[in-house]
């Protein structure tokens, strides 16, 4: 199975800062066919599902705002909120869609500071 | 607006059957381009993808459950099912259904069915 890491487990910032989410994969999720990164983002608050932010590592999901950013190729990735807003503290997930099993990071907790 | 419930019992006595349904709204099972998948979340293990199903009934599933999983697809009714056998307090969990293409991102979620294992 490939192997989602995601760091830090949790993570403070304040309202208005950069937060940075990482993500490695232990095999290379980019697929050559189509030169794509087979890599997606989510975004779960309490009591909800997960949330589809981000699909081919930067390709946003329609309706997500624009502070939400992905990058990152091969095994390491990065998810970016530019400006954090108070709405969105949540957990986060990286998910491999390269092979299955398909498989997600263990979150990265978001809060305010 | 694609949409998806999943239903069935929140309890189940070990070495039992886990047995849910999800039923969509919003896309017909038989002719979208979707596969349609089962995921579980618990705070040892996080997200567990189970196995999806595509609507000519080709599945896969993830080889952890492999022997214990089976989906199904019922186009008349527009729904999909998820059977576990031989059920442990391990697989306590909140049990989510969601769609996908092939080797795609989740794309929609149901919200999700919390299912206890107890005696």
């Known amino acids: 199975d490939i192997v989602m890491t995601q760091s830090p487990d949790s993570l403070a910032v304040s309202l208005g800062e950069r937060a940075t989410i990482n993500c490695k994969s232990s095999h290379s999720l980019l697929y050559s066919s189509n030169n794509e990164n087979d890599l997606a983002w989510y975004q779960q608050k309490p009591g909800q599902p997960p949330k589809l932010l981000i699909y081919?590592?930067?390709t946003r999901e329609s309706g997500v705002p624009d502070r939400f950013s992905g990058s990152g190729s091969g095994t390491d990735f990065t998810l970016t909120i530019s400006s954090l807003q108070a709405e969105d503290v949540a957990v986060y997930y990286c998910?491999?869609?390269?092979?299955?099993?398909?498989?997600f990071g263990q979150g990265t907790k978001l809060e305010i500071k | 607006q694609l949409q998806l419930q999943e239903s069935g019992p929140g309890l189940v006595k070990p070495s039992g059957t886990l047995s849910l349904i999800c039923t969509v709204s919003?896309?017909?099972?038989?002719?979208?381009?979707?596969?349609w998948g089962w995921i579980r979340q618990t705070p040892g293990k996080g997200l567990e993808w189970i196995g999806s199903?595509?609507?000519?009934?080709?599945?896969d599933y993830n080889p952890s459950l492999k022997s214990r999983v089976t989906i199904s697809v019922d186009t008349s009714k527009n729904q999909f099912s998820l059977n576990l056998g031989s059920v442990t307090t391990a697989d306590t969990a909140l049990y989510y259904c969601a769609n996908h293409f092939d080797s795609s991102a989740f794309d929609y979620w149901g919200q999700g069915k919390l299912v206890i294992v107890s005696s």
């Open positions: 199903i595509y609507a000519t009934g080709s599945t």
């Open positions: 919003g896309a017909s099972i038989s002719s979208s381009s979707y596969y």
């Open positions: 081919w590592a930067s």
């Open positions: 998910q491999q869609y390269y092979t299955t099993p398909y498989t």
